[in-house]
């Protein structure tokens, strides 16, 4: 299933009602405002998150909000403008679990097409196991791998870095994993 954004009813510059056609020299059916022409183009939103490790455990958070309340999750939320990727997953990472970390190496980069989201997540250490969940969180804690609640995570791409997590620390290499969330 393909990605369906809410279709744009007004031109944001100038409040007309749109009409969507596709405009000379694109390839794609577009909310176009027949008085000021203004094209409106609608892309996909960027999660950026961390994976932060302390020892052999990783930090997770037990959402205060929806979707998937009460359920597991990484450190993560939408990028905001004005940040990169990695300073956006170093905010998140606080303001979700009240965590200092240092930021390393891109890990995960999943496409979320159905929801039209892109998922960034990077490893990153914790500087010291002095966190506590912000209000978007209930809780916030350190697991092992055999403690991980895999039942209860929240997302396919929390469950994917995490997979890709363990697998690499047992093959001592960590690399970068793209892939897509179906």
């Not at 990153?124 to 916030?140: I, Q």
Request: contains cysteine.
């Amino acid at each position: 299933m393909l990605f369906q954004a809410a279709r744009i009813q007004h031109c944001r510059a100038c409040g007309s009602a749109v009409e969507y056609r596709v405009p000379e020299d694109d390839n794609r059916e577009r909310a176009v405002c027949p008085a000021c022409a203004t094209i409106h183009y609608q892309n996909p939103l960027n999660v950026v998150g961390t994976l932060p490790v302390w020892g052999d455990q990783v930090l997770l958070c037990k959402r205060n909000i929806e979707p998937r309340r009460g359920f597991w999750t990484l450190p993560a939320g939408f990028m905001e403008l004005g940040e990169t990727t990695a300073g956006g997953a170093e905010r998140e990472t606080e303001e979700e679990a009240g965590a200092r970390i240092e930021i390393g190496a891109l890990f995960t980069l999943l496409n979320v097409v159905r929801v039209g989201q892109v998922h960034l997540f990077y490893l990153a250490t914790l500087k010291d196991t002095d966190f506590a969940p912000g209000p978007e969180s209930m809780e916030a804690r350190l697991f092992r791998e055999d403690e991980i609640p895999w039942e209860d995570l929240a997302f396919r791409t929390t469950r994917r870095t995490l997979e890709h997590f363990f697998e690499d620390r047992r093959l001592g290499r960590f690399e970068l994993h793209c892939g897509d969330i179906a």
